[in-house]
């Protein structure tokens, strides 16, 4: 069975750093792009970040230059290295896999940026 896991979300203070880890378990192979999107309260689930199988990867310009998307294949996992965090990256953050043309979800793990 395929499964996506989150963690690493909490509290943070403005331009503090969290590094959020998806891990993938039930893949019979790495050939599956994984995304990473939040959603706000009373907000639409936007999208924040891929990497492909072969570790190409772009972020929404929102982020651009203070999050940074990984993968280690040998691990299954990707990790998300948000940085210089604002009041407004406050979300739960979801991992997505897309393989073979299937999407996969995790339950999300809580981001929340505050003093």
């Known amino acids: 069975q395929v499964q996506l896991v989150e963690s690493g979300g909490g509290l943070v203070q403005p331009g503090g750093s969290l590094r959020l880890s998806c891990a993938a378990s039930?893949?019979?192979?790495?050939?599956?792009?994984i995304y990473w999107y939040r959603q706000a309260p009373g907000k639409e689930r936007e999208f924040v970040a891929t990497?492909?199988?072969?570790?190409?990867?772009t972020c929404a310009d929102s982020v651009k230059g203070r999050f940074t998307i990984s993968r280690d294949n040998a691990k299954r996992t990707v990790a998300l290295q948000m940085n210089s965090l604002k009041p407004e990256d406050t979300a739960v953050y979801y991992c997505?896999?897309?393989?073979?043309?299937?999407?996969?979800w995790g339950q999300g793990t809580q981001v929340t940026v505050s003093s």
């Open positions: 997505r896999a897309r393989w073979y043309g299937d999407d996969y």
């Open positions: 039930g893949f019979t192979n790495s050939i599956y792009d």
């Open positions: 990497i492909t199988s072969t570790g190409g990867s």
